[in-house]
């Protein structure tokens, strides 16, 4: 660190803080938030939380029907999804595909991602009508948007040297990535694969908002009806899913991570 750094590092500090102040507060302006408005609802959102209470366990039996098709939604989505991000993450790879190409594939993530999950289901929905087939599909394609991002970068992790050895010995750059990349980012890969299974179980249930089958379904339809403690029962049965989910596939990932 140079004399100018150890002498005046705080103002560096202080600049920053006060940029960062700057920016909540202009981000807090737009959003033209309320005080007084919020704390008059209080009542309203206690008063909607109470009439959720007790659930009604009765549809306990349609609420795990509903479910296991999620699952099965959230399966074959991400399995979908996860195969067509392959390709897509190695064409947007900067260490072994051309400029060109990684442009095209880094154009065609981001136009997934600009696309909310409830607009594929709708886009679905038109196309093959009501049901889990739409919402797979919508998931599928969702996937690719964000997998195929995690994978271009644990692909841009690896070490240069593998790759290098590879590529002096005049490798194409698919047999860089067969053999030097693959065997390197393929635990990586299959952790982030399971955190997107457990990703999509909840955004299936926002699918269903639209139609498109699964444990959303039956929710949207309760609370359109004001049957609130039904509803209490489809959104406990997914979070104890979402919960047992989530601690399976943290141990999964984390013994790929220590291997």
């Known amino acids: 660190m140079n004399e100018f750094g150890k002498n005046y590092g705080w103002l560096r500090n ?20 309320d005080a007084a408005t919020l704390a008059g609802s209080l009542p309203y959102i206690m008063d909607f939380i109470s009439s959720l209470w007790p ?10 029907k509903a479910l296991i098709e999620t699952i099965q939604m959230s399966l074959w989505g991400t399995t979908f999804g996860a195969i067509l991000s392959v390709p897509i993450a190695i064409f947007s790879a900067r260490n072994i595909a051309p400029k ?3 442009w095209l ?16 289901g709708l886009i679905f929905v038109a196309a093959i009508g009501l049901g889990a087939a739409a919402g797979t599909l919508a998931l599928g394609i969702y ?63 926002v699918l269903g908002v639209v139609g498109a089958g699964g444990i959303g379904s039956e929710l ?6 004001f049957e609130y403690n039904k509803a209490t ?10 919960t047992v989910i989530d601690i399976i596939s943290s141990k999964w990932r984390q013994r790929l991570e220590a291997k």
């Open 14 to 33: 202080l600049s920053i803080a006060a940029g960062l102040i700057l920016i909540y507060g202009w981000a807090l302006r737009g959003l033209e938030i």
């Open 55 to 64: 659930p009604n366990l009765e549809i306990i039996d349609v609420a795990i």
């Open 100 to 102: 060109w190409l990684q």
């Open 105 to 120: 594939a880094n154009l065609l993530q981001n136009a997934v991602r600009s696309v909310p999950s409830i607009v594929l």
């Open 143 to 205: 996937t690719i948007g964000y997998l195929a991002k995690f994978y271009q970068e644990a692909i841009e992790s690896v070490e240069a040297r593998s790759i290098e050895s590879l590529q002096v010995t005049g490798a194409s750059w698919l047999q860089v990535a067969q053999y030097g990349i693959f065997p390197q980012v393929l635990p990586l890969a299959l952790g982030y694969t399971l955190w997107m299974f457990e990703y999509n179980i909840r955004a299936a249930s």
């Open 220 to 225: 949207s339809n309760y609370m359109r009806a």
């Open 233 to 242: 029962t489809m959104m406990l049965v997914l979070l104890v899913v979402v």
